[in-house]
């Protein structure tokens, strides 16, 4: 999961060309690419395309939902959840708790559908209110279905009254390096993905890539995405290199190789056992994302 693609409920064609985007995830919003007076007609449009591709395994499909106090949600659920999305991503969880009053909701229209309890998946942006981006430690045993955690910035300016969300030189100010940081804590905590925001100045390739790298570096393991331009640049910088996936190997054969071991050497750099969890969860990566290698 590292490109993840918001595409806007209400337009048949984004959704099509969505299709074929090479995004990891579409993400099909409710929320806030679409007016109030066309919400009804995407839900429409959301389930006949969640039907009409329903033997779709890439992209999957997400609906991005109305939040939980929005007094939208439940009937964007009733709209789309016949048609069997893979999964929802919640905006503005306040907490964990939210994602567990989600996931009863989706227990009922799953027992509706008659089909197994748990099979929709749910991501959560987490930063949005301020008291979530001060719950972010609290979605440990939220519920099995939770595969994600992600972060917001404009949201939550407008939450706090924040004029910018950068400074001059393009750095997010401090609040919201807190709420990326928390993020990246919050899924670790929670042991789900941590995927960074969504980088909106969509002509501008080398800033993205920059922004990229920077997540990748900080633990992030994917990025929403608003246009299909970004899809490419998010998957080439969120797939583990192969000179990445060598070096993890070769830390895991080395512990292999003496099992009673707590730290070896190699080339002279020292590695211990958070080394190896590192290691082992960049092949885990890899071995998802094989066809964009070599
Ligand atoms: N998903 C799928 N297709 C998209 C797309 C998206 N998110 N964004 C643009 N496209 C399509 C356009 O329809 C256009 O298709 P065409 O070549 O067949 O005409 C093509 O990609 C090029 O688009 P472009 O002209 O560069 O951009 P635009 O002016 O049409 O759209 C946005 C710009 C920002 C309105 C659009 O990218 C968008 O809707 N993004 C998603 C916004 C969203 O969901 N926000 C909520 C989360 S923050
Ligand atoms: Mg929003």
């Known amino acids: ?48 395309f969640l039907v009409a591709n329903r033997d779709c395994s890439s992209p999957r499909l997400f609906v991005r939902i109305n939040d939980l106090a929005s007094g939208l949600a439940d009937a964007d659920l009733a709209a789309v959840m016949p048609s069997l ?14 994602v567990t009053r989600l996931s009863a909701k989706l227990n009922v229209h799953e027992a509706h559908a008659d089909i197994a309890e748990g099979s929709t998946q749910i991501i959560a942006i987490i930063t949005e209110t301020a008291v979530g981006t ?25 939450a706090i009254g924040a004029r910018a969300v950068r400074d001059d030189t393009g750095r997010y100010t401090d609040v919201f390096r807190m709420a ?26 080398e800033g993205l890539a920059h922004e990229c790298m920077e997540a ?18 998010i998957n080439r910088i969120f797939t583990p290199s192969n000179e990445a996936i060598e070096h993890a190997r070769k830390i895991i054969d080395a512990f292999a190789a003496d099992p009673s071991a707590g730290v070896i050497g190699i080339n002279g750099q020292m590695f211990d056992r ?7 969860r960049l092949i885990a990566r890899a071995a998802h994302n094989p ?3 070599l």
């Open 1 to 48: 999961m590292r490109s993840l693609l918001f595409v806007p409920g209400d337009s048949e064609k984004k959704l099509e060309k969505g299709l074929t985007s090479g995004a990891d995830v579409l993400l099909i919003d409710l929320e806030d690419s679409v007016s109030a007076e066309r919400k009804e007609s995407a839900r429409k449009i959301a389930a006949a």
């Open 85 to 98: 999305p893979h999964g929802i991503l919640l905006p503005k969880s306040n907490s964990g708790k939210d």
């Open 134 to 158: 001060l719950s972010a430690a609290s979605y440990p045993d939220a519920s099995k279905r939770l595969i994600g955690l992600s972060w917001g910035a404009e949201d939550l300016s407008a």
């Open 180 to 205: 990326r940081a928390v993020t990246i804590l919050g899924a670790s905590a929670a042991e789900v993905a941590a995927i960074d925001t969504v980088y909106i100045n969509y002509r501008d390739d």
């Open 216 to 233: 990748e570096r900080d633990g992030f393991t994917g990025k929403l995405a608003i246009h299909p331009a970004q899809i490419p640049i």
């Open 274 to 280: 958070p080394h190896l969890r590192r290691a082992e």
């Open 291 to 293: 066809k964009d290698r």
